[in-house]
């Protein structure tokens, strides 16, 4: 058997610094989350300037995320390249959720700083932890 494509390439701006959310019982690596605006602009009929946002969550596992924590902060252009996952739970009330969200394995981004401009940075998922989604027992609670 053989995996089918999912693969998602993604450009926006990260709406806040990267968070820790969850924590490996077994192996201590962590889960860390941000979300990211993409804007999509366009005319309507009548000439006018129209302007869609999508905010989408990405998720960042152990050392690509430890990354992500250290050096990625709100308002950055990042580039995102990851796999879509749907990601299914309960509230505390008993209803059932479920969404759509980015599992990073690789992440550009420009620094804020004025004098690194042009300068891109990257961060890969070299060790194929963003493959732990089992080895974590209670993901997060919203």
Not at 29 to 49: E, H, P, S, V, Y
Not at 58 to 84: F, N, P, S, T, Y
Not at 108 to 117: Q, T
Request: charged share 30%; proline share 2%.
């Amino acid at each position: 058997m053989i995996n089918q494509l999912n693969n998602i390439l993604l450009e926006g701006t990260t709406v806040n610094d990267p968070e820790v959310v969850a924590t490996s019982l077994t192996t201590n690596k962590r889960l860390i989350k941000f979300n990211l605006a993409n804007d999509q602009f366009w005319r309507d009929r009548a000439g006018n300037m129209q302007q869609d946002t999508l905010f989408i969550p990405i998720q960042c596992w152990g050392d690509l995320g430890e990354r992500c924590l250290e050096r990625v902060k709100k308002g950055m252009a990042v580039r995102c390249l990851g796999r879509l996952r749907m990601c299914k739970w309960e509230t505390k009330k008993g209803e059932r959720r479920n969404t759509m969200e980015v599992i990073c394995t690789h992440l550009e981004y420009r620094p804020l700083s004025k004098g690194n401009a042009g300068q891109v940075e990257v961060i890969e998922d070299e060790t194929g932890e963003s493959d732990m989604l089992s080895d974590f027992s209670v993901l997060y609670e919203f």
